[in-house]
């Protein structure tokens, strides 16, 4: 009764080995083979018959996948079950019978009875077209970077040329800005003035004809007027100043024109250290058309009650602030593709290496604008050793 109830036990045992579809060994101490099923003995191309009794790792685990020999005091599965532990293996292959291999993951756990360790079981599966679709996989990734580290470069040569285009429009424009102005103040200033003259000229010979004295004082006041309005528009164009006195009497005079034009308390500053190098040239106007478009778009759209303005210079940067205590600006606002004037000062900035950055005003709340945000633009420009110094 016993043999029968051990003899239906081992046919259980079979039938559920055999059911299942993944490989399943077992070995004792040594190493041999003490059982496995169908579904282990095909995968590896035998017959469970010929596997019984055999050295499994001579058998299956004796070379590494490109041939080389795997000895066996290094096999996970052995040295697993033989100092108490068990183990988990995806990286490494079984041969087969053929002399092929195939990329398997395995485990190995111990067979304990009566306290003792007898062998282990091993159970295995073929997973050579999850290995292959993780190297497609992965070779779709490689291919994809190596793409979008194309693109970013096509890109990035785009950026560097539009912006080098940027550049050279500024630069042409300024140009032509000076030229323009040179021409008004050649041309139209130079008439202005003869005729001013002539109209003195005839004014001193009508004085007793009072009509034609009134006329000529009248065409007088309205030649003056033509006078300053030239003056004015030729500095706006470019201002002189910042041709014949430099860049940092550009900034202190538009910082006067800025505060007479809207009357808003300004907190001045500026700190000229003794060493440093003022920019000239290309570099100096886009400084003077970053801080002109600043306090222009204060005056336009900040509602503020208070300005500070500060210039650094020191012999490695221009540091230049602007900051109100208006009404602020939104994030999206900034970033709007129709913000020409933020994005006008950041490729200037960018251009020569700089940095332009939009925050919060740091200043206190005032009584009349409490819980006003306020702005602070900074714009941060490093300086070319070849500068003149100040």
């Known amino acids: 009764m016993d043999i029968v109830e051990s003899d239906l036990l081992r046919d259980k ?7 299942t579809g993944e490989g399943i060994y077992g070995i004792d101490l040594e190493g041999r083979c003490t059982f496995i ?7 590896l191309g035998y017959a469970v018959e010929q596997v019984l009794g055999m050295n499994m790792h001579e ?5 590494h996948e490109h041939g080389g020999h795997y000895p066996e005091h290094e096999c996970p599965i052995l040295k697993a079950y033989r100092n108490g532990e068990s183990c988990r293996v995806d990286q490494e292959v079984f041969w087969r019978a053929d002399g092929s291999y195939f990329a398997t993951e395995y485990s190995s756990h111990q067979i304990v009875d009566g306290g003792q360790v007898r062998g282990a079981v091993i159970t295995f599966s073929d997973i050579s077209k999850r290995r292959l679709a993780e190297e497609q996989l ?7 970077e190596q793409r979008v580290a194309e693109r970013t470069r096509e890109l990035s040569a785009a950026l560097r040329q539009v912006r080098q285009l940027s550049a050279h429009a500024h630069s042409v424009r300024e140009d032509e800005r000076t ?11 130079s008439l202005l003035v003869a005729l001013k003259l002539d109209v003195n000229w005839m004014a001193s010979r009508v004085r007793e004809i009072e009509p034609v004295a009134r006329k ?3 065409m007088n006041r309205l030649i003056e007027t033509a006078v300053d309005n030239v003056g004015r528009i030729i500095t706006d164009l470019r201002p002189s100043i910042l041709d014949h006195q430099g860049l940092i009497a550009a900034l202190e005079w538009q910082v006067q024109e800025f505060s ?3 009357e808003l308390p300004c907190e001045v500053n500026f700190d000229i250290a003794p060493q440093a190098f003022v920019p000239v040239g290309a570099q100096a106007t886009a400084a003077f058309r970053i801080f002109q478009e600043m306090l222009s778009n204060v005056a336009r759209h900040a509602r ?4 500070r303005i500060a210039v650094m210079l020191t012999p490695a940067e221009l540091v230049m602030e602007v900051e109100d205590n208006g009404v602020g600006a939104s994030g999206d606002a900034l970033a709007a593709a129709t913000s020409y004037g933020v994005m006008g000062m950041r490729e200037r900035a960018m251009h020569f290496g700089g940095a332009l950055s939009i925050a919060g005003a740091r200043f206190a709340p005032a009584h009349d604008m409490a819980g006003m945000p306020g702005t602070l633009v900074c714009l941060r420009l490093p300086l070319r050793p070849s500068r003149e110094p100040s």
């Open 13 to 19: 045992l079979t039938l559920l080995l055999d059911s």
């Open 59 to 63: 058998l299956v685990h004796h070379s």
């Open 304 to 307: 503020a009650t208070r300005v």
């Open 37 to 43: 099923n169908r579904a282990g003995a095909n995968m």
């Open 138 to 144: 992965q070779r779709a990734k490689a291919e994809l």
């Open 216 to 218: 000529c004082a009248t």
């Open 179 to 189: 030229r323009i102005a040179r021409e008004i103040h050649d041309e139209l200033g």
């Open 260 to 262: 007479e034009a809207t």
